[in-house]
Nanobody, 121 residues
Framework: QVQLVESGGGLVQPGGSLRLSCAASGIIFSRYDMGWYRQAPGKQREVVAGMTSGGSTHYVDSVKGRFTISRDNAENTVYLQMNSLKPDDTAVYYC???????????????WGQGTQVTVSS
């Protein structure tokens, strides 16, 4: 049984900060690339930040300098530190884990249930 459980969302004022957590179970966490995605009402899901199993990171331009992705393989957890939050950051944030099984060339992909982030005064 694979589970990704996000937490840390909530209501925050513009300029505030939140730290999202995604705890994984049922996978060998250190082998997986991890990512954060978000989806606002009426908009398509977009990738926000990612970190490969090797530690390389990427961010969507709109969050560069404000968000930081990190992971703790010992705790099977990936984090998203969000600073200087803007109303446009309001969305449901989802955690994703993905890995390529080279023996079968199959990609295994798992998603969390999402956590709501609302930035409003």
């Amino acid at each position: 049984q694979v589970q990704l459980v996000e937490s840390g969302g909530g209501l925050v004022q513009p300029g505030g900060s939140l730290r999202l957590s995604c705890a994984a179970s049922g996978i060998i966490f250190s082998r997986y690339d991890m990512g954060w995605y978000r989806q606002a009402p009426g908009k398509q899901r977009e990738v926000v930040a990612g970190m490969t199993s090797g530690g390389s990171t990427h961010y969507v331009d709109s969050v560069k300098g404000r968000f930081t992705i990190s992971r703790d393989n010992a705790e099977n957890t990936v984090y998203l530190q969000m600073n200087s939050l803007k109303p446009d950051d309001t969305a449901v944030y989802y955690c994703k884990a993905a890995v390529l099984a080279t023996m079968t060339s199959r990609v295994w992909e798992y998603w969390g249930q999402g956590t709501q982030v609302t930035v409003s005064s």
